[in-house]
């Protein structure tokens, strides 16, 4: 209560939108981004990234997005450090053989329907299946992919994933073999996958609860900075 008065003193609902505009732009130039990725893709990806930490729901600082407007030819799987603020990778990644040839347009949160889901995930533990080292996920986001465990919709590297002849995954993740073995370890254990499509929208977006959570983190840091060490 006494950390949301000092945010509501400190900083005036007027200018919470602004200053947070300039953290998402500023953030977006440091992760070396522009003409790479859609501003207003990482926009979102970020706002719900802020929701769910905000919810605790998402404890790492590894976000990836799945830009699913570009082509499955396109390297279209950003893997970002919000901690170091880069870009650590940016790869190819097959969609589900029922969401469309090289462009994705069908996406579905229904099992047996082989398309990919969209919305905002979290990563878990890894296994070892049939495709190797593996990365289980929880579907967080309502009606795009809340079936994502039962559909069995996992991070996996697939021989088929080359720019040559990009083949078509079941509805999971799919890189390369060799990107899967560098990634999978780094994106695991409660870190954050968004993938978005035009015409996406989610509770996820809330762009009040984001600001609340970046105010808190800025006014905390502030005050630690101002108290000093213990």
């Not at 981004?33 to 919810?55: H, P, W």
């Not at 880069?86 to 329907?113: C, D, E, I, R």
């Not at 996996?156 to 995954?169: N, P």
């Amino acid at each position: 209560m006494l950390k949301s008065i000092l945010i509501t003193l400190l900083f005036p609902l007027t200018l919470l939108s602004q200053t947070y505009g300039e953290h998402i732009q500023t953030l977006y130039v440091d992760c070396g981004l522009e003409e790479k990725l859609s501003y207003k893709v990482f926009f979102n990806a970020i706002t719900g990234y802020y929701n769910l930490k905000y919810d605790q729901k998402v404890f790492g600082d590894k976000l990836v997005i799945v830009d699913f407007r570009q082509s499955s030819l396109e390297e279209r799987f950003y893997v970002i450090d919000l901690t170091t603020k880069k870009l650590l990778y940016k790869t190819l990644v097959s969609h589900g053989k029922n969401s469309g040839g090289n462009y994705a347009f069908q996406f579905s949160n229904k099992k047996g329907s082989y398309k990919s889901s969209l919305g905002f995930y979290i990563t878990t533990e890894t296994y070892d299946g049939c495709n190797g080292q593996s990365l289980y996920l929880t579907g967080v986001d309502d009606g795009y992919n809340t079936h994502t465990e039962e559909r069995l919709i996992v991070v996996h590297g697939a021989s088929y994933v080359k720019k040559e002849e990009m083949g078509r995954s079941k509805g999971c993740f799919a890189l390369s073999i060799e990107d899967a073995k560098i990634i999978i370890p780094i994106i695991k254990d409660g870190n954050c996958i968004f993938a978005y499509a035009t015409n996406y929208q989610s509770k996820y977006l809330n762009k009040d609860k984001a600001i609340k959570y970046y105010e808190e983190i800025k006014v905390g840091n502030a005050l630690k900075e101002l108290l000093g060490p213990n």
